[in-house]
């Protein structure tokens, strides 16, 4: 563990007006990890040089509410599968995610694949990342994982692809090729939700790409500039009818508001790419042997 000094950290993000409280940083085989409170709120970053991007972030008072936008948003996954009973989550960062997931889905199973056993013990000691036989963390590569997963014939009712390093989505984790792989895990009713950014330099090369083997999915975006989940499935994608009354029903079953998630909103916030179709048809698509060049 380095000892630094405190760093501001994007003030605005959170109407923060003090300087951020530096409480661990650590270097990595592949980042550097810090995080920093500032007050009850507690945010995990890469590097104090990246620009103030939170891999994750939690209340310490209220550590159920989630902070961060694209949390919020890939729940919209529900709205799809509402009863995932076997979740996939490639990246980490501080486990609220799958923290989140088993509150609300106790009895389901929860498997979590990080690169950098760093990260897993960052979660565990900082941000009260909840381990038992149905929640388990792996140390590995996604792509290796899932490649794994597929010779042994594994299923899975939602897979989360939320995997970053200090850049963006690592290129091996955004081609054609692997999203086949990833489609191949899928259950028939299963439903993949992936954490990009909308000012991403591969926009276009990303869309294209999951268009290639999912056909149409969902754009789920609000106001904010940064976040966009792409929601796609093995299945048709549900008609807007279909998608209000899953909301419905959902809405009687579990109660979302405790995590500060609106399912009325998170429901508009859905954009099917068979309505709006948003990048060039001669976009080019990622592959292995094509792979992105440079950073998103």
């Not at 995080?35 to 310490?60: A, E, M, P, W």
Request: hydrophobic share 35%.
């Amino acid at each position: 563990m380095l000892k630094v000094s405190p760093v501001r950290l994007f003030p605005r993000l959170f109407n923060m007006k003090a300087t951020e409280k530096v409480i661990y940083v650590e270097q990595s085989s592949y980042s550097t990890i810090m995080v920093v409170d500032h007050g009850d709120l507690r945010c995990l970053k890469f590097s104090v040089n990246t620009k103030n991007v939170f891999q994750s972030c939690y209340y310490k008072r209220a550590p159920s509410k989630l902070v961060l936008n694209y949390t919020k948003l890939l729940f919209s996954g529900l709205l799809i599968n509402d009863s995932p009973k076997n979740v996939l989550i490639i990246g980490l960062g501080g486990g609220i995610l799958s923290n989140t997931l088993h509150t609300l889905y106790p009895e389901s199973k929860i498997t979590n694949v990080e690169i950098d056993p760093v990260m897993t013990k960052v979660a565990r000691d900082y941000f009260n990342f909840f381990e038992s036989d149905e929640v388990i963390s792996i140390n590995q590569d996604g792509r290796l994982f899932v490649q794994t997963a597929q010779t042994k014939k594994q299923t899975f009712d939602w897979i989360i692809l939320d995997a970053f390093d200090s850049n963006y989505i690592p290129e091996h984790l955004v081609t054609k090729d692997f999203l086949e792989e990833v489609k191949s895990l899928l259950t028939n009713d299963g439903v993949l939700s992936a954490n990009t950014f909308i000012n991403s330099a591969l926009y276009d090369r990303e869309s294209a790409t999951y268009h290639s083997v999912f056909g149409d999915f969902f754009n789920v975006r609000n106001q904010d500039r940064y976040n966009r989940i792409i929601l796609t499935s093995k299945q048709n994608l549900p008609t807007k009818n279909e998608l209000t009354q899953r909301r419905k029903t959902l809405e009687k079953t579990r109660d979302l508001s405790v995590y500060d998630i609106n399912l009325n909103d998170l429901e508009g916030f859905l954009t099917s790419t068979k309505e709006q179709h948003d990048w060039p048809k001669n976009t080019l698509i990622l592959t292995d042997k094509h792979p992105p060049i440079g950073t998103g």
